[in-house]
């Protein structure tokens, strides 16, 4: 959004004409006169604000001062609350962006203000019980003026413009969605991650207040300021935010340590997977596939790109991809066939990717870092991924980052070459299978294979950390007029293998990603 910039001429009141003596001399003489800007609320007030904080003992807030007929609420309870639409934020003003809010209740206790700043003036959004409809809760008692809010969702008319559509959410500790046109709600992204992983549990920071910026009657996009908090660290935080195909995330976060950290994730990225083509363990469901995303898609400085399938695995696994600096990395949902997943309630065919462009502060050392977390149910996000820089944090310390993030299909991050829409595994053989082989279906499509007449030669170039390759084939796939690879592991004696695998011509032109995926034993 463009500001809009004025400048006031400080002078005593007695100045009432251009002709008074004190603008004469302000002539001739500047030093006379005191020209100042009027205070616009920016991203320089959330950072002192954060400095500040950081210098105090952090103050956990579980909602202690939330009633208890909301505390005790269950999920039923808690989702038939909604927002009174006529209630919205800037609707009768006929602005392209407006605000709803969502009510502190079940697992969203902690009080979250929401400002918004009008001409560089901020004005708290106060809480009222005739902005919601509370269905067939009875709630007769009155709630504190100063109860809050725990998040707000953000609309644009992103596919029609007499209507608004919902494009992001702000809900729950920092985490946040969104969505580009026409697609359905999926993966989360985060304003930081702790310690994600460790045997000594995660830190989980939050969001406790926003400051939304209101746009002008021809905005094209949204700025938005928070305030996180956490044990360990404090952070200020900007967001302008863009919606259409995708919608576009810049982010700037200034983070102030109060101790040591052991694991700082930037850009983190959570979603689910559930099982899918390359699940090895037995799902008792009708349905072929569930899950928001099925792969890591990481570009390094060599100008490589690499798809890690991701998975549901039995026991917690954790993997590392080291670069001195990424050009960027996303959990991606490249399998948009509906006969995959046969959902008409989820629609996991029509959720979002999300791809991150490092910015100032993540050109430097530092690892991608794959969580895949076991799970039993869809209803629980299990993968994780974020940027951790190799430099440790220590107390006291003061550091800036920016990215660029995007929720979008896979135009948002377009593989040159090739690149990978399927991997299956089953058993291996032939007339009879073996289980104890294991089987790889791998397909390739994009325009640089595509391009390739059906006769031209391919090879796959594939490596394997433990056990033995055989049966290596590479075939023209006639449906997706790309090409298919298949081989057989066999891991003899071992429980874990690191297979990667691309493509390349007879002249030796690499024409695709690398395919890179951890077998285990189930």
């Not at 709803?100 to 003036?121: A, C, M, Q, S, W």
């Not at 390094?300 to 050009?327: A, C, Y």
């Not at 065919?349 to 502060?361: D, F, T």
């Not at 056990?467 to 874990?496: A, C, D, I, M, W």
Request: aromatic fraction near 14%; hydrophobic fraction near 40%.
């Amino acid at each position: 959004m463009n500001l809009r910039y004025s400048f006031l001429l400080v002078i005593c009141s007695a100045l009432l004409t251009p002709f008074s003596p004190l603008f004469a001399a302000s002539a001739t003489n500047p030093q006379t006169a005191v020209i100042s800007a009027p205070h616009r609320f920016g991203f320089a007030d959330v950072r002192r604000r954060a400095e500040e904080l950081a210098k105090q003992s952090y103050r956990p807030d579980e909602g202690a001062d939330l009633p208890a007929v909301l505390r005790d609420m269950n999920y039923d309870q808690f989702r038939d609350i909604r927002f009174h639409l006529p209630h919205t934020q800037w609707l009768n003003e006929g602005l392209p962006f407006v605000l709803r809010f969502f009510h502190r209740g079940f697992l969203f206790n902690r009080k979250v203000i929401i400002n918004t700043i009008d001409n560089g003036e901020t004005k708290p959004v106060p809480f009222s019980k005739d902005l919601f409809d509370y269905g067939a809760n009875k709630f007769n008692e009155e709630f504190p003026s100063d109860l809050g809010f725990a998040g707000m969702q953000i609309f644009y008319p992103l596919r029609a413009t007499e209507n608004y559509d919902e494009i992001a959410v702000f809900l729950g500790a920092s985490y946040f969605r969104a969505v580009g046109r026409n697609l359905n709600y999926g993966l989360s992204a985060r304003g930081l991650a702790i310690d994600t992983g460790l045997a000594k549990g995660e830190e989980f920071p939050v969001f406790t207040e926003f400051w939304v910026d209101k746009p002008n009657k021809d905005a094209t996009e949204l700025t938005i300021y928070a305030l996180l908090d956490s044990p360990s660290v404090t952070g200020a935080y900007r967001f302008i935010i863009k919606p259409g195909d995708a919608t576009n995330f810049d982010v700037k976060m200034d983070l102030f340590a109060r101790k040591p950290i052991e694991k700082l994730g930037i850009a983190p990225l959570t979603s689910m997977f559930f099982h899918g083509e390359v699940s090895e363990r037995f799902f008792d469901d009708f349905r072929p596939e569930v899950h928001d995303s099925d792969g890591l898609s990481l570009n390094f400085s060599t100008g490589e790109w690499l798809w890690r399938p991701i998975n549901n695995p039995r026991h917690l696994v954790m993997n590392q991809f080291s670069d001195h600096k990424f050009n960027g990395f996303g959990i991606m949902q490249r399998d948009r066939e509906f006969p995959n997943y046969q959902d008409l309630e989820a629609f996991y065919h029509n959720r979002p990717s999300s791809w991150v462009v490092p910015g100032a502060g993540m050109d430097q050392p530092g690892v991608v870092e794959l969580v895949e977390i076991p799970t039993d149910a869809e209803r629980n996000d299990n993968i994780v991924a974020y940027w951790v820089p190799k430099k440790p944090v220590k107390a006291g310390d003061k550091l800036s980052f920016a990215y660029q993030l995007a929720f979008g299909d896979d135009r948002i991050a377009p593989v040159p070459g090739s690149h990978t829409i399927a991997s299956r595994v089953g058993g291996g053989g032939t007339d009879v299978l073996d289980s104890n082989i294991r089987k790889f279906s791998i397909d390739f499509v994009g325009e640089k294979i595509v391009s390739l007449p059906a006769d031209t030669p391919v090879e796959a170039v594939i490596s394997s950390s433990n056990g033995e390759l055989r049966s290596q084939v590479v075939q023209y796939n006639n449906f997706t007029k790309g090409r298919r690879v298949y081989f057989e592991l066999h891991p003899n004696e071992h429980r874990y293998s690191d297979l990667r695998c691309y493509l390349r011509t007879a002249n030796g032109d690499v024409v695709s990603e690398t395919w890179n995926y951890q077998w285990i034993k189930q």
